[in-house]
């Protein structure tokens, strides 16, 4: 999953000295065509999934910073990406089962 969102571009990276460690902005050594999609896919996710829309008002309300939320979007939709090719199964969100 790591190294997946890293590809994507969506992890920052970590300046570490003198015993602190602080983080960048989002990572330049990305595949961007890709990493443009997933932000601009993350964007509309929410409106049209209640698994992501619970994602995204989480992230609002513990960091209040509408683009760090998107970008937990677009790792959630990483994760989904994954899940469904490892896997080989077609997508279904928990709503869906019931």
């Known amino acids: 999953m790591k190294k997946a969102v890293s ?8 300046v570490e000295s ?10 330049k ?5 890709l ?3 997933l932000v601009e896919a993350a964007k509309i996710a ?5 698994a992501l829309a619970r994602v995204h ?5 513990r960091r209040s910073n509408k683009n760090e939320a998107t970008i937990e979007v677009a ?3 990483v994760a989904y ?8 199964n077609r997508f279904q969100s928990k709503e869906n089962l019931n």
């Open 35 to 37: 990493q443009t999609i």
């Open 75 to 77: 790792r959630k939709l």
């Open 57 to 61: 008002e989480k992230t609002i309300s």
């Open 7 to 14: 590809y994507c571009g969506l992890c920052s990276g970590e």
């Open 29 to 33: 050594q990305r595949n961007k065509h």
């Open 46 to 50: 929410p409106l049209w999934n209640p």
């Open 18 to 27: 003198a015993g602190k460690t602080r983080r960048s902005p989002l990572s």
């Open 81 to 88: 990406l994954l899940y469904v090719d490892k896997s080989g």
